[in-house]
Nanobody
């Protein structure tokens, strides 16, 4: 499994960024893809996830500001982040969770994952 994130950077509060995750090495129909983030001194947080059949979940902290989407033909997942706040500053990383019979369900996607990428840093200045 290979997950390669890009798109992070430094932005002022109120600005936008779009993260991308290029995925390979697994059968996509068996996995939910998600974004997690980890800020210094804080617990990791599941931000958003998208299932192969289009079920989407968001953390309450980003609802209405972030949008997850996927390009199944290119095996890329995006996270459009608008109205960014300083508290969004974190290392964002792309993850996948195996779902299906005998595995996790899509409703676990903001709590756990099986594989993860190296991450991309997002810094929001006030």
């Amino acid at each position: 499994v290979q997950l390669v994130e890009s798109g992070g950077g430094l932005v002022q509060a109120g600005g936008s960024l779009r993260l991308s995750c290029a995925a390979s090495g697994f059968f996509f129909d068996d996995y939910v893809m998600a974004w997690f983030r980890k800020a210094p001194g804080k617990d990791r947080e599941g931000v958003s996830c998208i299932s192969p059949d289009g079920i989407i979940l968001y953390a309450d902290s980003v609802k209405g500001r972030f949008t997850i989407s996927s390009d199944n033909a290119k095996n890329i997942v995006y996270l459009q982040m608008n109205n960014l706040k300083p508290e969004d500053t974190a290392l964002y990383y792309c993850v996948v969770l195996r779902t299906g019979e005998g595995y996790s369900t899509v409703h676990d996607c903001l709590d756990e994952y099986d594989y993860w990428g190296q991450g991309t840093q997002v810094t929001v200045s006030s």
